[in-house]
């Protein structure tokens, strides 16, 4: 069983997908981390390099190759990025093979979570004039109907801890 977290950036999907894989003591696999390790280079890095479609390339096929069939067949919780989703053929791996969690946060959370980190996060940069704010709300307007068409189960993460969180969704995806 892989379980997916799918959202956008400062949601909460690594720090809910780290607890989730030690309370179902299974491994973890931040999407995000595999690519830089593969890479050899951050994430910023690769946008200038490669630009944005470059980099999508590049998450697609670590993508295919983490939910490739194993021989071991192990549970994992895998966090993917926020635009992983994007990509048509991610989006229906995601959805396929694996049980898909959208956890869902408003923008003033998304603000706040994200306000100290927005410059290490190559989606977050801003023309002149152009706020941290409405930059989310421009994203989110693109991206929210995919996280919902994509997810099979869509949790609200505003104002809960990471175990409240991590509970309901062991409740509802192990049933």
Not at 59 to 68: D, M, V
Not at 133 to 154: G, K, Q
Request: glycine residues 8%; negative net charge; aromatic residues 4%.
């Amino acid at each position: 069983m892989t379980l997916s977290l799918i959202g956008f950036m400062g949601c909460g999907k690594s720090s809910v997908g780290r607890r989730l894989s030690e309370l179902l003591c299974c491994d973890f696999i931040d999407l995000d981390n595999e690519i830089v390790a593969w890479a050899g280079k951050s994430i910023p890095e690769i946008f200038a390099e490669e630009g944005e479609e470059g980099f999508r390339t590049i998450e697609a096929e670590r993508l295919r190759e983490i939910l490739a069939p194993r021989s071991d067949q192990s549970s994992m919780i895998l966090s993917l990025g926020g635009g992983t989703v994007m990509n048509p053929e991610s989006a229906e791996l995601v959805h396929g093979k694996t049980i898909s969690i959208y956890l869902r946060a408003s923008i003033d959370t998304l603000v706040n979570n994200l306000a100290e980190e927005s410059e290490g996060r190559p989606m977050l940069r801003t023309s002149q004039g152009v706020s941290l704010r409405e930059r989310i709300e421009d994203l989110m307007s693109i991206r929210s109907r995919t996280y919902e068409e994509t997810a099979h189960i869509i949790i609200d993460t505003d104002g809960r801890t990471i175990d409240q969180i991590s509970s309901e969704i062991m409740s509802l995806a192990l049933d």
